[in-house]
């Protein structure tokens, strides 16, 4: 497979301890309008439109451990008392905690929604659609309790020989905080998820979509909202990344050009060609910086994002738990296990990966069909309403799912004009 680099955009605009990525609250399955219409990978959406569909859910929803309360109790401490710091922009200390205090239920009520819409509408053997499923969570790992159902079949634990190979590799991981909690945010866990998902349902007999819910940036493709361990938010490490930043002042320069009251010129632009906000017709200043002080790739001239902190998936020497886009693409794309996907779903914010996918034009033979993923703004923690598919009359998996992506990104589009 061809080799690929990731084009980074803007980052999250909270945290980078934090996977922030502009998750909005609720669960109105109407509200969301973030959606990117779809990009069609291969020329053929399946190989074989006879062979039965199969879906894999791949839940990365934090494990309520006492490990995660610590950790999230710890960095909530750190927070709050950082406030109280002249220095730190309490607005953005703020947020970062609302945001953490409110996602675990919020992302754990989504995903038990999703499952018992998968297992009424697909995992039934009353079900209207015939097709299998794998139902992968992180409390499926932690408690050894990972689901599927073959065709019109009710869901029950995968086989023991394939739960002690995604046990073995919680039982090594473990030891790090984050994937204790969320052992999907493994690079592992994902490789052998997908072998399982073969074992299970061999690729001569099927075809596969596969929906990824989970937080992301701009570099990862599934991280959790916690992906540094706590020890390394400390208020130092606040000061450095959350100093407020000082607006610098418009400078309107005297020309003898007649300028209104505030110092602009007929065209609403002074001499530098600024308006009054002191941005170009670009929206940034005459240094390339935007009113938040950001060049247009959501850097400022340093290369910290909108919170001060460094661009990408570390920070102070700590590297966040997760899967990169490029680990994600290369399991889904891996010619040797060669699953094809009809429809991948990245149900996580930020999760643009079309740039990625096109560096992949001089690939014979594409193992995905459809790819959706979110914009730049993010997804709400409710996407698919699965238990529409029980009711939707639909012979086909991969048709249920296209109708309603295309169906959402055709609203996100229209929202946006």
Known sequence: MKQFV????????????????GCKFGS????????????????NLSRDPNKPQVLVYYANNPMDTATYRSERNSILATLSDAKSDPEISATSLEKAAESLENDFNNFADAVYTDIFGIKNSICSEKASISAGAVIISNEGIVQNNVLYCLPKNQAKPIP??????LAD?????????IHEHSPLSHPDMLNASLEIVRSLFPTQKFEYSVVFKSHGNDQLAITPKIAYESRIITKPFLRDRFVKKKASPLMVMGSGTRLD??????????????????????GLDKEGLDKIGLEK?????????AAGLIRGSSAAGAIAAGITKFQLLSALLDQGRDLFFNVVFMESCRSDIGNLILDLADVTSPTIGMLYSSDEKGLSYNTLDWSKL????????????????????????????
């Open 6 to 21: 990731c084009r980074a955009k803007a980052i999250s605009i909270f945290a980078a301890f934090l996977a922030i990525t």
């Open 28 to 43: 109105d399955f109407a509200a969301f309008k973030d959606l990117k219409p779809g990009l069609q990978v291969s020329n």
């Open 160 to 165: 023991a020989a394939e739960m002690k190979r």
């Open 169 to 177: 590799i919680y039982a090594r991981i473990k030891s790090n905080p």
């Open 261 to 282: 009251k505030d110092g602009l010129e007929k065209d609403g632009l002074d001499k530098d060609g600024l308006d009054k906000d002191g941005l170009d017709k670009n």
């Open 297 to 305: 790739d959501g850097l400022d001239k340093e290369g910290l994002d």
């Open 390 to 417: 029980g009711r939707s009359g639909s012979a086909s998996l991969r048709d249920w799912l296209m109708q309603e992506l295309n169906a959402t990104a055709a609203k996100s589009v229209a929202a946006k004009k």
